[in-house]
């Protein structure tokens, strides 16, 4: 069976979150007002301390091999937080290994395992949030990043990492994604995936599950799923609807 066909799709289908009430995504909302949220700025800045390349430096392709066989267990804090904001700079990579099953694997595990601290989770947000919206020579980097910040959307949902306004912030960027999509390639089978519209629905569906958007912006995200859900140029053929 082919790679494209057995893979687990990360998304929720398009259609799936189209059908979602909007007064219940309005409800949902409503039930967690008094959430406390922490504060701050989101930057609009990748953070200077952290050095480019991919693998990052001191860093191989065999010891992130080696971390990855071993459930990404990294016991050295310090290294892991680090390590974490370099493998941004994977997120590009033409090589779906370095992209998608070591950067990406990476970052998943340790944001959903909660093995980043709030700083560093925060931290990660910061550098992939202009991503979304930065040249993308390499046409691999900004649906990645949507994949992240799709996971520190879900960490600031389980236990706020963001403020009200820098929250708002990322609904902005997210529905400025998913309507500027326009590449529509799923899976190949030499580069791997790209897969933004689902990418991108990963992301607006974590931020439409945080109870403490109002309408508006629940009508932010709702529009711009409808903007993708029956594109005139395209037949979806890879799991999105």
């Given at each position: 069976m082919p790679d494209h066909v057995r893979r687990p799709l990360r998304c929720r289908p398009l259609v799936a979150l189209l059908t979602v009430p909007r007064m219940a995504w309005l409800l949902v909302a409503l039930i967690a007002a008094?959430?406390?949220?922490?504060?701050?700025?989101?930057?609009?800045?990748?953070?200077?301390?952290?050095?480019?390349?991919?693998?990052?430096?001191?860093?191989?392709?065999?010891?992130?091999?080696?971390?990855?066989?071993?459930?990404?267990?990294?016991?050295?804090?310090?290294?892991?937080?680090?390590?974490?904001?370099?493998l941004v700079h994977c997120l590009g990579e033409p090589d779906p290994e370095l992209r998608d099953e070591l950067a990406l694997g990476a970052l998943t595990a340790w944001m959903r395992g909660g093995a980043l601290s709030v700083a560093t989770a925060r931290a990660l947000g910061e550098q992939v949030l202009p991503l979304l919206a930065a040249p993308d020579p390499s046409e691999f980097r900004a649906p990645f990043a949507v994949?992240?910040?799709?996971?520190?959307?879900?960490?600031?949902?389980?236990?706020?990492?963001?403020?009200?306004?820098?929250?708002?912030a990322?609904?902005?960027?997210?529905?400025?994604?998913?309507?500027?999509?326009?590449?529509?390639?799923?899976?190949?089978?030499?580069?791997?995936w790209r897969h933004a519209v689902a990418h991108g629905a990963d992301l607006l569906m974590q931020l439409a599950?945080?109870?403490?958007?109002?309408?508006?912006?629940?009508?932010?995200?709702?529009?711009?799923?409808?903007?993708?859900?029956?594109?005139?140029?395209?037949?979806?053929?890879?799991?999105?609807?």
């Open positions: 008094l959430i406390p949220s922490l504060s701050g700025a989101v930057t609009a800045a990748v953070a200077p301390a952290v050095a480019q390349g991919c693998p990052p430096a001191a860093t191989s392709r065999a010891e992130l091999r080696a971390l990855a066989a071993d459930g990404w267990r990294l016991p050295d804090e310090a290294r892991r937080h680090t390590l974490a904001l370099a994949l992240v910040l799709a996971e520190v959307a879900r960490a600031d949902r389980l236990r706020p990492l963001w403020s009200p306004a820098e929250r708002q990322v609904v902005d960027a997210a529905t400025r994604f998913e309507r500027g999509v326009q590449d529509y390639r799923g899976f190949d089978p030499v580069q791997g599950l945080k109870p403490a958007l109002d309408r508006s912006a629940l009508d932010l995200l709702l529009d711009a799923v409808a903007s993708q859900a029956t594109p005139s140029t395209h037949f979806y053929v890879f799991g999105e609807g």
